[in-house]
């Protein structure tokens, strides 16, 4: 949360502070400039946590009551503002709003990561690992206990583990799951492996191939058609066993 603070604030330039102290050190930095704030940074994020929250607590359970597939809260959020930025030019001289910038295109060629930063990010990287496999447990027995099934959870490493280790090779960050998404997919009827299988090859083709906006959309809506089916068909073979 406190690495946000800066970004919901408009702030730039900002050391980067690592150690037992970075949290605290971070804040200072943040109160000491907090009059160079940018104003519009500061309005458009809470007109993106408003939406959220409104969305959330009270669009979200009402909506469920009539339509089973969730509303994209989030999804809804960058695509507005996007177009806002690009509309109004936020990043230009007269808001002065940070934007991501040119977000390249298809896949990073495989190459190992410096080990010069070994030394760097080893005692970080405890932590992060400690993180991740508890999100990862907790949310698999979370869904176990719904649909009936055990987990192992030296599996669960060794996988995890192993995606690290490819993913490091192709500059990913750290592997997880997100509760938030995980949650969606859930909700959406996804119950099975292969509703992963089927998103990560739509991100793959859209890397690979960059298709039109239009194209990839409608290539998606079929996907979710197809392994919403089949996902149901995995269902009822489980229950007829």
């Not at 969305?55 to 989030?74: D, G, S």
């Not at 995980?182 to 690979?208: D, E, H, P, W």
């Not at 998606?220 to 392994?227: A, R």
Request: proline share 5%; net charge positive; hydrophobic share 45%.
């Amino acid at each position: 949360m406190v690495s946000q603070l800066k970004d919901i604030l408009g702030l730039k330039g900002l050391p980067r502070h690592r150690g037992a102290f970075k949290i605290l050190l971070s804040l200072r930095d943040i109160v000491l400039n907090l009059p160079n704030a940018n104003m519009n940074a500061i309005y458009i994020s809470i007109v993106c946590i408003s939406f959220l929250v409104v969305m959330n607590e009270i669009v979200k359970p009402w909506a469920t009551k009539y339509c089973k597939f969730p509303i994209p809260t989030e999804l809804l959020v960058v695509v507005g503002f996007t177009a806002l930025s690009y509309a109004f030019n936020l990043g230009g001289p007269r808001f002065n709003v940070r934007e991501v910038g040119e977000i390249p295109t298809g896949l990073p060629f495989p190459q190992l990561p410096p080990l010069e930063l070994i030394k760097l990010v080893a005692i970080d990287s405890i932590a992060v690992c400690i993180v991740s496999y508890s999100i990862v447990m907790s949310m698999s027995l979370l869904f176990a206990k719904k649909e009936y099934y055990e987990i192992r959870p030296n599996q669960e490493l060794l996988a995890l583990g192993l995606s690290n280790i490819v993913g490091a090779c192709f500059s990913c960050l750290p592997m997880s799951c997100s509760l938030s998404r995980s949650a969606i997919q859930y909700n959406s009827g996804g119950k099975t492996q292969f509703s992963s299988v089927i998103t990560a090859s739509i991100i793959l083709i859209g890397k690979i191939k960059n298709y039109y906006k239009l194209f990839f959309t409608f290539l998606m809506f079929k996907f979710s058609q197809f392994f919403y089916g089949w996902d149901l068909y995995l269902r009822h073979f489980h229950e007829q066993l």
